[in-house]
Structures are given as C-alpha cells and as structure tokens.
T-cell receptor, first 114, second 112 residues
C-alpha cells in the first residue's frame, strides 16, 4: 500500500512568487494535515482538511492557503513568497472520525525561496 | 495553550545502551500521543501510537509509556544501534481540535 506522497520533492522560487505543493494521502484516509518545519525549528501546524473542508488553521498569514479535492488529495499554496518561508513542508494523513488512529507523514517538499 | 517539551535535546551514546527519551505536555486533554523518528531532511516515520486510555505500547525494541494525568510520556529504546540515530519527536493529538502539537525533539546519536 502506498504511503503519503508529496510533490515536488524540491522547489526553488524567487521572493514574491507563488508556490504550490501537493499531497496524496493514504488510500481511505480523509484527513490531511500540513506542517511547516523551518531549519532549526519545530513542526508548526499550518492547516487541516477533511472531507473537502478546512477544519482548522494555525497561526499563519492568509497567504498560506490550500484546498482538498474530492479524491482527498490536497494542495498547499503559498503566495507572495518571503525568504522566511524557506522550509520543509510536511503533509500527513489519517482516518477522520476515529480519534485513535495513527497519522502518517510524507517525505516532504523542501521549499527554498531566493 | 498546549506545550510539548522533550528532554534531553540531544543524546550521544555507545552502541548497545538502553535509552530513555522523555516527553512532557501541559494539557492532559488529548486523544492520543504518537512517537515519530525523523532522519535528516526527511519526513516523519511513525513509531508508536498510545491512546489516552492506554499506559504502554510496545513495538520490537521500542516501548512507550503514557501517564496522562502527570502529562508525561517516555520512549524506551533497548539495545541501541547506530541505525537508531535520528531525531525523535513526540506529538499529542489535542482533544476537540484533532491538531497534532509536536515536541521540540531529541537528537540521538548512537556510536558504533
């Protein structure tokens, strides 16, 4: 069974541009989480989607947005990129509605803003 | 606000030692706690999930305990190996929000 897959693996953008990151959850999982891991910092919660809706959002500006598609895959969009947006972006999936199920993470997208 | 702390921040041990990694959290209103490992520049690999009603969970050389009332969890690694070298993270799943709040991590190095 395929795990959580993220694309692209690496992404280099110029300040001010937009970045789009993609995540495919494990088959059957309806919840997708996005986290940011900046160098030397911990994992910061960005967004949580389930059944196509945004369920919760972390303390990030509105230029961080996303969506979840009918097949439960998800996109994270970052507009007006800033240098400090450079980080590893991690996506996780789990079964919603069952509180005691594991979250599984992808390998991440390394975003570099120059 | 839930805060998750891990001690020690870094640990270097010779191969074969038994290890204890600590995780503490400030709010006991959690659904579960999960331990992960992260290799440099990589994603997270799930190690163990402990439900809020459980006290302990085991997988191979790993054993995790949970004392929800005191806000503590420990990850015990038996007979450590160089391949265990990684950063270990604990995360609590907040009741009501389903958000995962991560600890600061313990960077482990096992010397051959």
């Amino acid at each position: 069974e395929a795990g959580v897959t993220q694309s692209p693996t690496h992404l280099i953008k110029t300040r001010g541009q937009q970045a789009t990151l993609r995540c495919s959850p494990i088959s059957g999982h309806t919840s997708v989480y996005w986290y940011q891991q900046a160098l030397g910092l911990g994992l910061q919660f960005l967004l949580w989607y389930d059944e196509g809706e945004e369920r919760n959002r972390g303390n990030f500006p509105p230029r961080f947005s996303g969506r979840q598609f009918p097949n439960y895959s998800s996109e994270l969009n970052v507009n007006a990129l800033e240098l400090e947006d450079s980080a590893l972006y991690l996506c996780a999936s789990r079964l919603y509605g069952r509180v005691n199920t594991e979250a599984f993470f992808g390998q991440g997208t390394r975003l570099t803003v120059v | 606000k839930q805060e998750v702390t891990q001690i020690p921040a870094a640990l270097s041990v010779p191969e074969g030692e038994n290890l204890v990694l600590n995780c503490s959290f400030t709010d006991s209103a959690i659904y579960n706690l999960q331990w992960f490992r992260q290799d440099p520049g990589k994603g997270l690999t799930s190690l163990l999930l402990i439900q809020s009603s459980q006290r302990e969970q085991t997988s191979g050389r790993l054993n995790a305990s949970l004392d929800k009332s005191s806000g503590r969890s420990t990850l015990y690694i038996a007979a450590s190996q160089p391949g265990d070298s990684a950063t270990y993270l604990c995360a609590v799943n907040l009741a009501g929000t389903y958000k995962y709040i991560f600890g600061t991590g313990t960077r482990l190095k096992v010397l051959a």
